[in-house]
T-cell receptor, first 115, second 116 residues
Framework: AQTVTQSQPEMSVQEAETVTLSCTYD???????LFWYKQPPSRQMILVIR??????QNATENRFSVNFQKAAKSFSLKISDSQLGDAAMYFC????????????FGTGTSLTVIP | DTAVSQTPKYLVTQMGNDKSIKCEQN?????MYWYKQDSKKFLKIMFS???????INETVPNRFSPKSPDKAHLNLHINSLELGDSAVYFC???????????????FGEGSRLTVL
């Protein structure tokens, strides 16, 4: 089974600053999807950004962008101009494009935003 | 319109009781899931159904029984509740097959189960 590793259980950032959350994964497949989900205290799981492995261009969504390094199996999330509402748990996730319905989640990174 | 809705949002019950959580999705997806999130926030897959067929059945006590009457609904019934069953249970859906596949998982709001 694929594994997804988030090595930072907790991170903090000053409001308006930039923070990067790391994620690495292990797979032998070439076609897959990667995701970052946000879970605020309300507990709703919200999709932040997605990346298709065949696309070389890094995905961006407003202040959120990823650094996708396919050869290194790395998928980090950069949050620019951090806001208080960004405080949440962030989960990295992997899904094969071909071999099944299974999603693999990392253990999460708790992000604190300091005013 | 809520894409994935689950009810109830909160359950508080005594050990030994039986409870059910219902889930419905209006996205037209072919695959639905149940995840358990423990107190450390770990997300663990429990079950997955594709077009009403069970396709993922992780190591879960047989006190947990999923039921999918149609591809838009996936319910979870738990018998003889134990203290360790206290958690947040998430229903989710995705589109696996066909041109409509976009890849991501859509989550319900979660149901917090507390067993006393």
């Amino acid at each position: 089974a694929q594994t997804v590793t988030q090595s930072q259980p907790e991170m903090s950032v000053q409001e308006a600053e930039t923070v990067t959350l790391s994620c690495t994964y292990d797979t032998s497949e070439s076609d897959y999807y990667l995701f970052w989900y946000k879970q605020p205290p309300s507990r709703q799981m919200i999709l932040v950004i997605r990346q298709e492995a065949y696309k070389q261009q890094n995905a961006t969504e407003n202040r959120f962008s990823v650094n996708f390094q396919k050869a290194a199996k790395s998928f980090s999330l950069k949050i620019s101009d951090s806001q208080l509402g960004d405080a949440a748990m962030y989960f990295c996730a992997y899904r094969s494009a071909n071999t099944g319905n299974q999603f693999y989640f990392g253990t999460g990174t708790s992000l604190t935003v300091i005013p | 319109d809520t894409a994935v809705s689950q009810t109830p949002k909160y359950l508080v019950t005594q050990m030994g009781n039986d409870k059910s959580i219902k889930c419905e999705q209006n996205l037209g997806h072919d695959t639905m899931y149940w995840y358990k999130q423990d107190s450390k926030k770990f997300l663990k897959i429990m079950f997955s159904y594709n077009n009403k067929e069970l396709i993922i059945n992780e190591t879960v006590p047989n006190r947990f029984s999923p039921k999918s009457p149609d591809k838009a609904h996936l319910n979870l019934h738990i018998n003889s509740l134990e203290l360790g069953d206290s958690a947040v249970y998430f229903c989710a859906s995705s589109q696996y097959g066909g041109a409509a596949r976009t890849g991501e998982l859509f989550f319900g709001e979660g149901s917090r189960l507390t067993v006393l």
